[in-house]
């Protein structure tokens, strides 16, 4: 049997070759979608040319057939591209096929078979359609993208692309080399890969003119298991190659310094910091770019300047002058522990070489006496008296704050919503920015509102405009996300789907099968009538479940004007007046039962008889419960209280399985209804679940602020463990709703103080800035409490919760953005719980600077028990002089 099958498969591909000169290719098309890569060349072999474009030509027709989100696997992307070079006549319709993203193919594999076809056929564009492919490269392109086009490159001798995903891809190709195929137990060495890469020449110099690339660059290499590992495996096969003399050693150097004069995210500087101090330039080396270094020690983050200032001390022949000039600058950078290292660099040149100038020296050295670090203040007054300058009689100094309070403006009220959709084009455009990007958080009732406008009038035109849209949408839109139990991707994209389709009966029983998991219509005394059917999903989010759900149900429906809970205003808030004249020109029609919950938990709290008795006299349902809610008051502001709560975390990614089970508790907030309220839709009824927290940003939390806009602590409740994930789990993006929630009204209470106080200890610094912009708007508008706030920062702090240093920061911008005594009086009730810890916490010294500094300028006196204790111990750490002088400063406020 074995021996017949090689003459077997021979007779199969001679009638494959004669079937297709015959005029028949369902069997080729056959042979791509089933993956048969190495079948399709020798099938193709011998056709003439004018049978090959007529199969292009069907080939092309065929291919358009397919749906855009149609996915082509490796295998079937090879075999595609394959038939498209043995059979399509140009590169540019090539290209045009094979450029789609959603085609994957198996890298240099897919190149061979793909250069086998090409000459067969005689075909001499492969380079230019690597180009061509190329030019079309993003953010999506993957990695087997990049290696097809460098193989057909480097077999057809041309050069590489230089774009900047191209040199992206290729730094991705050199740390994850494609080995599949060639049968070698160990991979050869980076050094020795470069040493051999035809590209190397032209990309080098590439490395260090693409922004943020230095963030790729510091790659480890992976030897036999992770344990190990070499350290930054490119930038040690580039220093390796330096040295051979196979890479120019002053083009590296020179490199590296002109990225970071260019500067980038601190980050991304990084590798070029650890590649320049492997390189260990020579004394001669800096000396002769000195001015680079001299710029990098006065402008570039402090990691940079650090490695500058290092290098410019070794230098034996400097200039004082230089550094004198350069010294003026850096003293008064925030950067501690650099102006620390300078002001010791300039103590060691007035003690020995230039003595008979120590008087100069310490003129300077007197700048850092107005540094905001009260330590290094300290430190620069003490060594400019040491070399015979007295910094008190240098000038009358600053002028002393008069003792104040906060200064922070008053917040703009609430803008108006923007303008409904009116327009079809305009909702593509809307539902294009909504699916075109990741993050889901984005305000999604005008799109909602739109699609029930305009499909109530044009439904075709709707559906004509949104199918390419919904088409193109982003990969993260692509399904429901099952490891997100928040997850409503599918459920959006199936509401945009439906505007304008036919409602066919089995889309029609999705919708009310949806509904009909989400709502109990028979439901009992205190029990919701919104199913809980996830633990983890907090009720406000179950209402925007059942609200797609329902508008999935009834999109298409003639007569309807618009979603009835549509908000007036941007942070969410509905007028009442306007829900009184959408249901008077609702007339008899039956109001839709969520869309009108929505609307009424977005009215203003408190009773509004007038606006009820108007409700009343319309007569209808849908007046009488909007009547009976204004009467009421509406949802009553909940009673919240703090609990710890368990974690229980599932995670997909190990080492947040890791993270949690380290935590083994987080502090939550428990939400309950006041005494008597029917609770009817569990909104103001939640326990602590500390396992809602995904790695995924999806952002769907930000959405919830606009849902209750006069509920800021249930909301802040239900958003409190994806903000606590930002401090405990260091994920990204975790406290974006927090700005979102100071535009809100109604108690924040323990659920806002909690939120905040893990918020100024996020990982991330853009997280830290959304917690900081919270607290002033907040503040801004009377509606903070310092005191809760600070009491939560020293309880998480203690129970290793919240790492204190990350949280000086933002409280000290918040100082200086004008809120002095709100920070004081927040740090003066944390402080009772950090002193009072068995282990300082880290970051604790500058804490107490910052407190002395705010209780100084605003002259507030505030008793801090267990400060005078510490004050009195004896040595003189910082912790023990930090606390002596806020003690100070208070005896004298």
């Not at 209808?620 to 909007?626: E, S």
């Not at 919240?640 to 939550?668: C, D, F, N, T, W």
């Not at 830290?768 to 508008?781: N, P, Q, Y």
Request: proline letters at 7%; aromatic letters at 4%.
């Amino acid at each position: 049997m074995s021996r017949d099958r090689p003459a077997e498969i021979i007779k199969s591909q001679a009638r494959r070759r004669y079937e297709l000169a015959q005029g028949g290719t369902s069997d080729l098309f056959d042979l791509v979608n089933s993956g048969a890569a190495d079948l399709i060349g020798p099938a193709l072999a011998g056709l003439p040319e004018e049978r090959r474009r007529e199969i292009a030509a069907e080939l092309t027709t065929w291919f358009k057939e397919r749906n855009r989100s149609t996915w082509w696997s490796q295998g079937k992307g090879t075999a595609l591209a394959v038939l498209v070079v043995g059979c399509l006549p140009t590169a540019a319709q090539a290209a045009t096929i094979l450029a789609r993203r959603s085609i994957v193919l198996d890298g240099s594999r897919a190149a061979g078979l793909v250069r086998a076809a090409a000459t067969e056929r005689g075909v001499t564009w492969l380079g230019d359609l690597a180009h061509r492919l190329a030019a079309r490269f993003n953010q999506s392109s993957w990695i087997e993208h990049w290696r097809f086009v460098a193989t057909v490159l480097r077999d057809e001798g041309a050069p590489p692309p230089t774009d900047d995903r191209s040199v992206q891809l290729w730094v991705s190709g050199l740390q994850f080399p494609d080995d599949r195929h060639d049968g070698r137990r160990r991979r050869p060495l980076l050094a020795a890969r470069l040493r051999e890469d035809p590209f190397l020449p032209v990309m080098l110099p590439r490395l260090f003119e693409v922004d943020g690339l230095g963030s790729q660059l510091g790659f480890d290499i992976v030897l036999r298991s992770w344990e190990d590992r070499e350290r930054h495996g490119l930038l040690n096969a580039l220093t390796a190659l330096a040295a051979e003399g196979v890479v120019d050693r002053a083009m590296l150097i020179d490199g590296c310094l002109g990225r970071l004069l260019r500067g980038d995210k601190t980050a991304a500087l990084r590798s070029f910091v650890i590649l320049l101090d492997q390189l260990q330039p020579t004394t001669a080396e800096v000396t002769a770019r000195t001015t680079d270094y001299l710029r990098l020690l006065t402008d570039a983050p402090a990691p940079v300047a650090t490695m500058a200032q290092k290098a410019l001390r070794e230098l034996p022949d400097l200039a004082l002058e230089s550094i004198l000039d350069a010294s003026r600058e850096v003293l008064f950078r925030p950067d501690k522990t650099l102006v620390k290292a300078q002001l010791t660099w300039l103590d060691r040149l007035a003690r020995k070489p230039y003595r008979e100038r120590a008087a100069e020296i310490a003129e300077v050295i007197a700048v850092a006496t107005e540094h905001p670090a009260v330590e290094l203040r300290d430190r620069a007054s003490a060594l400019a008296a040491r070399h015979g300058v007295d910094p008190a009689a240098a000038g009358p100094g600053p002028a002393v704050a008069e003792p104040r309070g906060d200064d922070l403006p008053a917040p703009a009220p609430a803008a108006p919503a923007p303008a409904p959709i009116t327009d079809v084009d305009e909702l593509a455009e809307e539902v294009a920015a909504l699916l075109g990007t990741r993050s889901q958080g984005v305000p999604m009732d005008r799109v909602l509102d739109g699609l029930v406008r305009l499909t109530a009038t044009d439904a075709p035109r709707v559906h004509a405009a949104l199918t390419p849209v919904i088409e193109r949408r982003h990969w993260s839109w692509g399904n429901e996300h099952s490891y997100d139990p928040l997850c409503l991707c599918e459920v959006v994209v199936d509401v945009c789907r439906t505007a304008g389709a036919d409602q066919q009966p089995r889309r029609r029983s999705r919708w009310e099968s949806l509904l009909a998991a989400v709502r109990r219509t028979d439901r009992a005394p205190k029990t919701p009538e919104l199913v809980a059917t996830d633990p983890r999903v907090p009720a406000v989010h179950r209402l925007l479940r059942a609200r797609l759900a329902e508008i999935g149900m009834h999109l298409n429906e003639p007569g309807h004007g618009g979603l009835l809970a549509a908000p007036t205003s941007a942070n969410g808030q509905l007028d009442p007046l306007a829900l009184l004249e959408r249901l008077t020109a609702l007339g008899d029609r039956a109001a839709w039962h969520w869309d009108l919950t929505q609307a009424l938990l977005r009215l203003p709290t408190g009773p509004d008889d007038a606006v009820a008795d108007k409700a009343a006299a319309l007569g209808t349902p849908a007046g009488d419960r909007l009547a009976a809610w204004l009467r009421s008051g509406g949802l009553p502001q909940p009673i919240m209280r703090a609990a710890s709560a368990p974690v229980k975390e599932k995670s997909r990614h190990a080492y947040l399985r890791e993270y949690y089970q380290k935590l083994g508790e987080r502090i939550l907030v428990e939400v309950r209804p006041p005494d008597g309220y029917d609770d009817r839709y569990g909104l103001v009824t939640a326990d602590p679940t500390p396992t809602l927290s995904s790695m995924d940003d999806a952002g769907w939390e930000k959405l919830w602020p606009s849902l209750l806009p006069g509920h800021r602590g249930v909301v802040a409740a239900n958003a409190l463990p994806m903000v606590a994930a930002g401090a405990d789990v260091d994920q990204r993006d975790a406290t974006a709703v927090l700005p979102l929630l100071a535009e809100s009204t109604g108690t924040g209470g323990v659920a806002v103080d909690l939120a905040v106080a893990y918020g100024l200890g996020a990982r991330h610094a853009a997280d830290r800035v959304a917690t900081l912009d919270a607290l002033l708007a907040l503040a801004g508008a009377g509606q903070f409490d310092p005191v809760g706030t600070g009491e939560q920062v020293g309880t998480l702090v203690v129970r290793d919760r919240v790492k204190l240093s990350r949280a000086v920061e933002p409280l000290r911008d918040a100082a200086l953005a004008g809120a002095p005594l709100t920070v004081w009086r927040l740090l003066a009730a944390a402080l009772p719980a950090l002193l009072a810890a068995q282990k300082p916490a880290r970051g604790l010294p500058d804490l107490l600077t910052l407190a002395a500094e705010t209780a100084t300028t605003t002259g507030v006196r505030i008793e801090v028990p267990g400060l005078a204790e510490v004050a009195a111990r004896g040595g003189s750490s910082r912790l023990v002089t930090e606390s002596r002088r806020l003690h100070g400063a208070l005896a004298t406020a």
